[in-house]
């Protein structure tokens, strides 16, 4: 089946760093991904949509110079949150619908801790 | 973002017994309907999802819809400790999934 890998599955970062998360569709092209957010005991919340080859669309509230995201190939997409704070300690999920498909293939997820 | 609605639980059934959850959403206009189960500390995984009116049985699981009521649930029959994990309604936006905040279900061996 379509996979969509996510990494790192983890990271520590100091306050004030950038970190870096990417998503990569294995064996199929993704001309959209979506990034989600999801605190701990609250559901996913879709933070924006990525298109390759253009700017990708946040969904209100999400502040688009603090979370940079790139979709520059049919198969990447990355999530950069920059100047991060504690408040931005989460989990980050990526997810693609491949061609044909039903239903939308999640990556495994990245655990953002800020300290 | 579109409103769904699940009742976040717990929700504890006995092993064997069937678990019943249910999911309301608020645009009319909502095409595909999908529940996921995600466990602690992962990622969602695809359980069923479902276009058309009425049921529809994959296993254990049968998923119903219900357009004119805006509502969707999932049964699963012959509830396992395995099952334990929260369930995720999701429903489809333009070309994105909007999700409920999700059901804990625990079931008791």
């Known amino acids: 089946g379509a996979v969509v890998s996510q990494h790192p599955s983890w990271v520590i970062c100091k306050s004030g760093t950038s970190v870096k998360i990417e998503c990569r569709s294995l064996?199929?092209?993704?001309?959209?991904m979506f990034w989600y957010r999801q605190f701990p005991k609250q559901s996913l919340m879709l933070m924006a949509t990525?298109?390759?080859?253009?700017?990708?669309?946040?969904e209100q509230g999400v502040e688009k110079d603090k979370f940079l995201i790139n979709h520059a190939s049919l198969t990447l997409s990355t999530l950069t949150v920059t100047s991060a704070h504690p408040e931005d300690s989460s989990f980050y999920i990526c997810?693609?619908?491949?061609?044909?498909?039903?239903?939308?293939?999640f990556g495994s997820g990245t655990r953002l801790t800020v300290v | 973002q579109k409103e769904v609605e699940q009742n976040s639980g717990p929700l504890s059934v006995p092993e064997g017994a069937i678990a019943s959850l249910n999911c309301t959403y608020s645009?009319?206009?909502?095409?595909?309907f999908f529940w996921y189960r995600q466990y602690s500390g992962k990622s969602p995984e695809l359980i069923m999802f479902?276009?058309?009116?009425g049921d529809k049985e994959d296993g254990r699981f049968t998923a119903q819809l219900n357009k004119a009521s805006q509502y969707v649930s999932l049964l699963i029959r012959d509830s396992q400790p395995s099952d334990s994990a929260t369930y995720l309604c999701?429903?489809?936006?333009?070309?994105?999934?909007?999700f409920g905040t999700g059901t804990r279900l625990t079931v008791i061996p």
């Open positions: 997810s693609a619908r491949p061609t044909g498909s039903h239903g939308y293939t």
């Open positions: 064996d199929f092209q993704a001309t959209t």
């Open positions: 990525s298109n390759e080859g253009s700017k990708a669309t946040y």
């Open positions: 645009d009319r206009g909502s095409q595909s």
């Open positions: 479902i276009y058309s009116n």
């Open positions: 999701a429903v489809t936006g333009a070309n994105n999934l909007f």
